[in-house]
């Protein structure tokens, strides 16, 4: 039987972190118009708000979220050292405005009444079912009551395709013996009714669609 080769998250993102910007700009369709978009749904601000980026990576979100909050804090987590550390050096400007936390979002505490905003771009399709409404649980929390949970991730067709993928995700963890796959680079998108389903499980009141193109979708999903 062919051996799998399955990398751990953050070895995945590490090796990777040195090329990972201008590999976004040649070959990815979405980019930069999906976190431009995203940005337009955020009323300008001149107050100090608090924002929590999960899978911030080098920090391409930032650049556009600066531009509609430029007074506000930014908590940016990632699991991944040297992803951050390429963050840091494009953001030496505003390294006053960012706490870097290096830790996995699903081992870590958020707190609760915390975040005016919560934004995740194209992290959280490693995870299953039950890790992903435990996540969106614990965001709901670390919300303010009139917070904003915003999501972009790739998504697939349909529940078929997602079926497929799961599929997979279990051979592959069957295969390789891994115990714990969540920290294993493994794509598992999920379709928008699973999607829509899991942010209402999770108590999401409202729930919008803002982006949809190619394999990617945003959400905006709040409390009220
Ligand atoms: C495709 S990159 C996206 C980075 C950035 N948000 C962007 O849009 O360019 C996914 C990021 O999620 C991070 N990540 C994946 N799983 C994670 C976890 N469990 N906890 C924290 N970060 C994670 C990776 O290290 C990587 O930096």
Redesign the pocket.
């Known amino acids: 039987m062919k051996k799998m080769n399955i990398e751990k998250?953050?070895d995945f993102?590490d090796k990777r972190a040195p090329g990972?910007d201008k590999h976004?700009e040649l070959h990815i369709t979405t980019y930069p118009e999906l976190y431009i978009t995203m940005a337009e749904k955020i009323p300008f601000s001149n107050k100090k708000m608090h924002v929590l980026?999960?899978?911030?990576?080098?920090g391409?979100?930032l650049k556009w979220l600066f531009e509609k909050l430029p007074n506000s804090t930014f908590t940016c987590?990632?699991?991944?050292a040297n992803?951050l550390e390429v963050l840091t050096q494009n953001y030496s400007e505003k390294n006053k405005k960012i706490t870097l936390v290096q830790?996995?979002?699903?081992d870590a505490e958020f707190g609760k009444d915390t975040y005016d905003y919560v934004v995740?771009?194209?992290?959280f399709h490693?995870l299953m079912y039950d890790k992903k409404l435990a996540l969106y649980k614990k965001i709901r929390q670390a919300l303010k009551p009139d917070g904003m949970f915003i999501e972009a991730d790739y998504i697939v067709a349909g529940k078929d395709v997602e079926i497929d993928c799961l599929e997979y995700f279990t051979r592959v963890k069957h295969e390789t013996g891994i115990e714990n796959s969540?920290d294993y680079h493994i794509d598992i998108p999920l379709c928008k009714e699973t999607q829509l389903d899991l942010y209402y499980a999770a108590g999401f009141r409202e729930v919008t669609e803002f982006y949809n193109k190619d394999d990617a979708v945003g959400y905006l999903c709040s409390n009220t």
């Open positions: 998250m953050s993102f990972y976004r980026d999960l899978g911030c990576g080098t391409l979100e987590m990632d699991i991944s992803m830790s996995s979002y699903l995740t771009v194209m992290s490693h969540y």
